[in-house]
């Protein structure tokens, strides 16, 4: 099968890494606006089956042109492309995976599901780590369970040795990070869904070998959770995992308008202060040291008339051999393995479908351990 990377930024690196040691995967193309990074990826990160070469994301054509030629597509592009690339994989004929990150924009894609089945392809959009396949694994946990009461999804990525004040550091990027604390989240709540606050709902957890830990709401990382489970499920939620003391300091930060997209004038000069927040995360929190990703999946439900805990639970750390971060571990190889699923054909439904819809956990989970992702399930 040929698989190709849209974009070699640090998620197309691990993706290009996993593919070249996937089984069956014949050709690896790695493909970035900027031609010589993508070479330096392919070399660095491929093997003697893999190719690079220059795309222009925002070009459909072109993308059309490109993707023809491959069996599946995974885009490690941001968000904003993905509504153009997904239109050239159906016209293309060709399976297509990415690493989402914005609703309305997976809805977009959404709305191209006949499209999509009737040119005979799986497109896959919202993958990752959250949003992502922890949208896989409480599929698994529901289908364990003849009714479902709670699902809680606690996600975070943390640097190993915390530095103070706020206990972070990049692991993606400062864009993605502040629209998860910006936009409003939606949950399941008694069986309604509703939108509540960023950065609220804060609680108190604790991770062996970690210690305390604290998580509140964000946008984004429950996907299309709230929608498939609306019904099924009376109460459903995502909160991103920090250390603690880090929303307390983070959120009046947001809350005084360095989130905002309005201009403001600085002397003569017009600036958003989000352009200036971002710079200022990248600059002082881009510290490239080890890191460590968190995952907890919790459904509670009942089966047999009793009642029933099913909780997933993953501690990964930096792999210091490969070079690759937990976190682009826990994003791009969960990525990767839904494109190889549909490359390979083991993923028999067709149309835009959310993982939860379209992923066999069966096939999905086993995949984890091959790559070194140790999952544990508890129930």
């Excluded at 492309?81 to 609703?103: Q, R, S």
Aim: proline fraction near 5%; charged fraction near 25%.
């Amino acid at each position: 099968m040929k698989i190709a990377v849209i974009g070699a930024g640090l998620m197309g690196r691990a993706a290009a890494f996993d593919f070249t040691r996937a089984e069956n995967v014949e050709l690896v193309g790695v493909f970035d606006i900027n031609e010589n990074l993508a070479r330096d990826v392919a070399n660095r990160f491929g093997d003697e089956k893999t190719i690079s070469g220059r795309i222009d994301a925002s070009d459909p054509e072109a993308a059309k042109n490109l993707f023809s030629n491959y069996d599946a597509v995974l885009s490690c592009v941001t968000y904003k492309y993905n509504p153009g690339l997904t239109k050239a994989a159906i016209e293309a004929g060709c399976h297509f995976v990415d690493l989402g990150g914005n609703n309305d924009v997976v809805q977009s894609q959404l709305d191209m599901d006949l499209q999509a089945e009737e040119a005979g392809v799986v497109i896959i959009p919202d993958c990752g780590l959250a949003p992502g396949f922890v949208s896989i694994l409480v599929a698994d946990g529901v289908s364990k369970l003849e009714k479902v009461e709670s699902v809680r999804i606690r996600v975070g990525g943390l640097p190993q040795s915390p530095r103070p004040p706020l206990n972070y550091q990049m692991l993606f990027s400062a864009e993605g990070l502040i629209n998860e604390y910006w936009e409003p989240c939606i949950v399941l709540e008694d069986g309604v869904k509703k939108t509540v606050n960023p950065m609220t709902g804060l609680e108190l957890l604790n991770f062996d070998g970690i210690g305390q830990l604290e998580a509140f709401y964000t946008s984004g990382g429950a996907s299309t959770l709230p929608d498939t489970y609306l019904g099924k499920v009376a109460d459903l939620d995502y909160k991103t995992i920090r250390y603690p003391g880090h929303c307390q300091l983070l959120k009046p930060m947001l809350e005084i308008g360095l989130a905002s997209r309005q201009p403001i004038v600085v002397g003569d000069t017009k600036i958003e202060p989000r352009e200036v927040f971002k710079a200022i995360l990248e600059k002082n929190l881009s510290f490239d040291e080890p890191d460590i990703a968190l995952v907890r999946v919790t459904v509670e439900g009942e089966q047999d008339g009793s009642t029933k805990t099913i909780e997933y639970e993953i501690i990964d750390r930096q792999d210091s051999r490969s070079g690759l971060s937990a976190m682009m571990r826990m994003t791009a190889f969960p990525a990767a393995i839904v494109t190889w699923l549909a490359a390979s054909g083991q993923i028999d439904v067709r149309g835009c479908k959310p993982q939860e819809v379209a992923i066999n956990p069966k096939l999905f989970i086993p995949q984890l351990k091959k790559r070194g992702i140790n999952l544990t399930i508890r129930d």
